[in-house]
């Protein structure tokens, strides 16, 4: 596999829930897979991810009292030295939370919890086929963003049909749908693979 | 309450008159709820043991072998009269307790499942129920990281005013079992959540019918899932240090219930130090030592353990206090401020059996039996089905099945109830659960393992009802031993009875199966 060697480190916060399924992806990956615990300090990696889950029982507002984990002082400098950063789901709230990302995650217009497998597509009209799980997936900003994945039909979660964004270098990606959940045989496809792929060479 | 019989007897037992802590006490480990007293009579008959049981009935849950030293424990429960008064926080902390049923035992908890009834569901009160309900099971199994894989609504208008909230877990370990029976002495300590007056008198309430008057809010507990998952997490970490003894969580009448178990179970006595427990307020000793609070748990841990316990604990932000220690005898002491609130033999505490009169009932055509037009969808929508990356159908099967972490094999899990059936031929309708989840899994080549059942009925006062929990067990256990699948645990509420009105029989029965290779079926 190309991605032989490559160090990547997975953020455990008290209540992510995503991490041993994102470890295994990266596993299945062949890449050098490490735990970060949040109160110690990141080594020096290729990649960061903030997997999903409920940071803090997402108490106030999702992925706002995370921000303040000791380990988020590293990342956000790792992030500005143009390191990869990944945030999935709550990882992605994180991410906007610490202003690494433009915007913010409102709650869903149903105001309800939405899980389901949905159609997304990037910029080129690639579509990718991946389970979306959140209650406040609804993306908002108030500036122009640079889009990485939208959502192929409307959804009661969308507002704009932004389902993940880059930052402006392009080296920190925020997305709400669940590449962890989408590569193993007994998933509904293998996107999952695609979207780390895309993200690693881009 | 304590019937003047009952009181009698504590009095008998104790050879002087019981103090108002010991009162409390012998009111709620003697309440139908914790002591299964009308129940246990019948419940023993259960066809329940064969070479696959590891761990049978009166565990936390039912342990079944599935080979290669993978282990799975599964267990419904009721939580319906809290669900009621409080639809969110008590269908949440429904599906949090038999999370830590499951957890409590070593298991890291890979799947759920509800069965749920309701009332009319055009009326603007239930909807309320419906909606409050799916809220509080979905959030809560979201957030602590577990698939949902069933959800099942049946509506009825004996349900309106006595909504039935039954909600399923499936554990997996390849490691351990942890039993909450000690094998030596050692020393307790309380995990978890902070000690506060929700819940308290939480068994009483649920041993008694429901009127119309009286508001019952206090004794509903509050669900905090992200306190839940931080408790896995750190107890499955202790678990794996291999130095714990016995476990057990804190579910009904809290801490006495929980101590008590294990002391009783152990053939020791237990001294409790009420002053180590973390409290949110000023509270009464007999408060303390019946607060169901949610998202704790008693750990009996070697002598000299307590440095790693506490590191654990503290690593993850949670409360830990050493409470007391299991000592040799039989006395259960509960102490505070260097005053003594209690002491009384443990023997004294074992509950009473009832032999409840049965009556039967001809068979019985419920002219109620309506047919309601429901978007079953959109809630089925809230549950996280994927989450753990495990699932291999999810909740919109009628069979839910999760791979299993470290192997190809997986495990199914489905529940069925028939109650309109049930109440036209009680023998019928449970036998009709059994085969048609049997019919299933055959249809997609899943074998059974073993059953858990969730039996709902009405007033075991009234004869009746009891001549149908009679008949339902015999009819189950008949079942269970012509296809040996045995019922390895399982939950009865009483008492779902509403201004005189009983629902019909309702037993849910949930089945257990092996899939030998996910991929290949």
Same mark, same amino acid.
């Given at each position: ?7 990547? $480190? ?5 209540? =992510? #829930? ?7 992806? +990266?596993?299945?990956?062949? *890449? /050098? ?69 433009? $915007? ?5 217009? =149903? #105001? ?7 159609? +997304?597509?990037?910029?080129? *009209? /690639? ?76 | ?521």
């Amino acid at each position: 596999m190309r991605f032989k060697g490559y160090k990547v $480190g997975v953020v455990i916060f008290p209540g =992510s #829930n995503c991490d041993a399924e994102t470890i295994r992806l +990266f596993k299945y990956l062949e *890449m /050098d897979v490490k735990k970060l615990w949040h109160k110690d300090p990141a080594p020096e990696l290729d990649m960061y991810v903030l997997p999903g889950g409920f940071s803090y029982g997402d108490y106030m507002r999702a992925g706002a009292l995370a921000t303040y984990s000791p380990i988020m002082r590293d990342i956000k400098k790792y992030a500005e030295d143009g390191r990869k950063v990944l945030g999935i789901c709550n990882g992605f709230q994180i991410l906007c939370e610490a202003g690494i990302l433009p $915007g913010t995650l409102t709650r869903n217009d =149903s #105001n309800k919890f939405y899980c389901g497998w949905m159609m +997304f597509r990037n910029g080129n *009209m /690639d579509h990718y086929y991946l389970p979306l799980a959140n209650k406040d997936g609804k993306y908002i900003s108030d500036r122009e963003v640079n889009i990485a994945y939208k959502y192929a039909y409307m959804v009661d979660s969308s507002y704009v049909e932004i389902a993940g964004v880059y930052n402006d270098k392009g080296n920190v990606l925020g997305m709400m749908p669940h590449p962890e959940r989408a590569f193993e045989k007994h998933h509904s496809s293998d996107d999952g693979v695609k979207v780390i792929d895309n993200f690693i060479n881009l | 309450m304590l019937t003047p019989n009952e009181l009698d007897i504590v009095k008998t037992r104790l050879g002087r008159e019981p103090s108002k802590t010991e009162l409390a006490i012998f009111d709620a480990m003697w309440s139908e709820h914790c002591s299964y007293k009308s129940s246990k009579i019948h419940l023993k008959h259960l066809y329940n043991y064969n070479q696959k049981v590891l761990h049978g009935p009166g565990e936390n849950a039912g342990v079944i072998d599935f080979g290669d030293g993978d282990k799975i424990a599964f267990k419904i429960e009721s939580h319906n009269h809290p669900s009621y008064i409080e639809p969110y926080q008590g269908a949440a902390t429904g599906a949090g307790g038999i999370i830590r049923d499951i957890f409590t035992m070593g298991f890291r908890p890979i799947a759920l499942t509800n069965e749920l009834f309701f009332g009319d569901p055009t009326d603007r009160q239930n909807k309320r129920i419906i909606e409050g309900v799916n809220d509080g099971l979905s959030d809560y199994g979201n957030c602590v990281g577990i698939p949902t894989l069933q959800s099942k609504t049946t509506f009825a208008e004996c349900y309106a005013h006595n909504p039935l909230v039954n909600a399923l877990c499936v554990g997996w370990t390849n490691g351990r079992v942890f039993t909450n029976t000690p094998n030596k002495l050692g020393d307790v300590y309380y995990v978890g959540a902070k000690t506060g007056r929700d819940g308290i008198g939480g068994a009483i309430m649920a041993s008694e019918t429901f009127g119309d008057d009286t508001d019952k809010r206090p004794t509903v507990q509050v669900g905090d899932p992200y306190m839940e998952k931080l408790l896995i997490e750190a107890s499955l970490e202790l678990f794996a240090t291999g130095k714990v003894i016995a476990a057990q969580d804190m579910g009904a009448a809290g801490i006495t219930s929980s101590s008590t178990e294990i002391a009783l179970r152990g053939g020791m006595g237990m001294i409790i130090d009420l002053d180590g427990v973390p409290l949110r307020q000023p509270m009464e000793p007999w408060e303390i030592l019946l607060s169901e609070s949610q998202e704790r748990m008693l750990f009996v841990v070697n002598k000299k353990a307590g440095k790693d316990v506490l590191g654990i604990f503290r690593k993850w932000d949670l409360d830990c206090q050493k409470i007391g220690e299991l000592v040799e005898g039989d006395s259960f002491v509960v102490r505070q401020h260097g005053n003594e609130y209690c002491n009384i033999p443990l023997s004294a505490l074992e509950p009473l059996e009832l032999n409840r009169e049965t009556a039967f009932r001809s068979t019985n055509y419920n002219k109620e039996h309506k047919e309601y037009e429901y978007d079953y969808i959109r809630p089925r929508r809230q549950y996280d089905t994927d989450v753990m990356g495990n699932t291999v159908m999810g909740i919109h099967n009628e069979v839910g099945v999760v791979k299993l972490p470290t192997s190809n094999k997986g495990v199914a899990i489905a529940t069925a109830s028939f109650p309109h059936l049930c109440y036209y031929n009680i023998e019928e309708g449970t036998l009709h659960s059994i085969t048609s989840l049997l019919e299933k899994y055959r249809r997609l080549g899943i074998t059974p393992m073993a059953m858990t059942n969730c039996l709902n009925f009405g007033n075991p006062e009234v004869h009746t009802v009891m001549g149908d929990f009679k008949k339902c067990i015999q009819t189950m256990s008949d079942a269970a031993k012509y296809w040996d699948i045995p019922v390895v645990s399982g939950n009865v509420s009483f008492y779902n009875e509403t201004s005189g009105k009983n629902i019909m029989p309702t037993p849910v029965i949930g089945m257990l199966g092996l899939v030998e290779d996910v991929y290949a079926f």
